[in-house]
């Protein structure tokens, strides 16, 4: 580039093509020295651009490499199938650099429990994800479900997280109690605690998380039982389904006598070990005169009739049935009542003083009224965006981002209700419609 004063400019108005040019050239010759200032500062330019170009390069990949070098710490309250579920994944992350795990119960407790768990293909697919071998591990299969105890299970996933690579600390007949919650946070690591200790916890009040539930209905009756076989072998068993099981109830008296009673359709289950049974029965919420009169009913006699009827005809081949005076012993509710599904207002938490998260999960945050046999795969459902939620919780570098992981988290574990209530429940019951 050229710089021409206003001299320059008339000069080559007055003269013939050739002068012009000649007194353009000798202007750019006595010109040299401003075109060398030019160049050092476009070469200054340059470099300054370079400069900042590197501050940004390194200072985006020094964030990065801090990133990459914080470790998570991560307390779990419970070792139910939950809590051990939510460690495994916690020690699958490279995000996470200590885990310790609280549990008031000690081992021979823990791996004794008789009751069953059912695991759906879901949740088998989403378990395997972090070599959890279902081969090696006592239970039954069917139609792509696991069955097993639930005993059994935490004696696995105990032994599988003490031979993962990761720091893990597993604190067996040690309650969560207020000094050790008060312990947990510390403002200079972040700290995520992990709650599952069921619905009757206390981990939750301790860490100021909200007692506050929503209940909603799940728009369904229904009701279930349970009966302690001792002569039976404690071994797990598939799950026995009837659906669309019409009841006739009519040798309990006129008031079940009516034209209705082909509307009244049920879902029943039986379910849980040979030793300690489960039946649930369910129908959609509805106004025929059987499920009215099941509702309003005071015979503790009915509902008990029902169940043990309902088993005798369904039972597993090579089950004995349940004789009258065994039907005694049966717990079961006494009427019918409405299903409803509750769960935390507040399920994630952020206490910025400690740099402590907390995230209720499993039945510490939601609960069926009774057992449908859903609350494991439920809450197996809500840890499966933990992996990310833990990677963003570590990455989150102001408060912001923090707010806005937890954000997700919550809105996640909200899908979680949505789907048991309007996917999941009508698709085992099936439309209203069609009953």
Same mark, same amino acid.
């Given at each position: ?73 991560? %307390?779990?309250?419970?070792? #139910?199938?939950? $809590?051990? !579920?939510?460690? +495994? ?6 995000? /996470? ?95 995520? %605690?992990?709650?599952?200790? #069921?619905?009757? $916890?206390? !981990?939750?009040? +301790? ?6 539930? /929503? ?221």
């Amino acid at each position: 580039m050229y710089h021409l004063n206003e001299n320059d400019l008339t000069a080559t108005t007055d003269l013939p093509y050739h002068v012009s040019m000649s007194t353009v050239n000798g202007s750019a010759m006595s010109g040299h020295g401003d075109t060398g200032g030019l160049v050092e500062a476009a070469n200054a330019a340059v470099i300054t651009a370079l400069i900042i170009f590197c501050f940004v390069v390194c200072k985006g990949s020094f964030d990065r490499f801090k990133q990459w070098r914080v470790r998570l710490n991560v %307390v779990v309250i419970g070792t #139910g199938p939950i $809590g051990l !579920s939510a460690a +495994l994944i916690a020690a699958h992350s490279k995000r /996470v650099g200590r885990i310790i795990i609280y549990e008031d119960k000690s081992r021979s407790q823990l791996i004794s429990r008789p009751q069953q768990i059912a695991l759906d293909s879901r949740s088998v697919a989403f378990l395997r994800k972090y070599q959890v071998d279902f081969d090696n591990m006592e239970g039954c299969w069917q139609k792509e479900r696991f069955y097993t105890r639930i005993g059994i299970f935490q004696e696995y996933m105990m032994s599988n997280l003490q031979r993962c690579e990761a720091d893990v600390t597993i604190k067996l007949g040690t309650k969560f109690k207020e000094e050790v919650a008060a312990s947990c946070g510390s403002p200079t690591n972040r700290t995520l %605690v992990i709650v599952a200790d #069921g619905l009757h $916890g206390q !981990s939750c009040n +301790l860490l100021g998380v909200s007692d506050e539930f /929503v209940v909603e209905s799940c728009k369904a009756f229904g009701g279930a039982c349970s009966l302690e076989r001792l002569e039976q072998p404690q071994v797990p068993s598939p799950e026995l389904q009837v659906n669309k099981l019409k009841l006739d109830l009519s040798g309990f008296g006129n008031e079940y006598r009516f034209p209705d009673l082909s509307r009244a359709a049920f879902y029943l289950k039986i379910f849980g070990t040979f030793r300690h049974r489960y039946i649930s029965l369910v129908c959609h919420k509805c106004d025929t005169h059987l499920v009215r009169q099941l509702r309003i009913t005071s015979d503790t006699m009915i509902m008990r009739n029902i169940f043990q009827e309902s088993f005798n005809t369904y039972r597993t081949k090579g089950e004995p049935k349940i004789s009258d005076s065994e039907a005694f012993n049966i717990q079961c509710n006494q009427r019918l009542g409405e299903v409803k599904l509750s769960y935390r207002r507040e399920n994630v938490l952020y206490i910025q003083e400690e740099n402590l998260v907390v995230t209720v999960e499993g039945d510490a945050v939601r609960s069926l009224n009774f057992n449908l046999g859903f609350e494991v795969n439920m809450g197996l459902r809500g840890l499966e965006c933990m992996g990310t939620f833990i990677d963003d919780i570590v990455t989150a570098d102001n408060q912001c981002a923090l707010v806005k992981a937890m954000s997700v988290k919550t809105r996640f574990a909200h899908k979680v209700n949505r789907d048991l209530i309007h996917s999941r429940l009508y698709h085992t019951l099936g439309s209203p419609k069609s009953n």
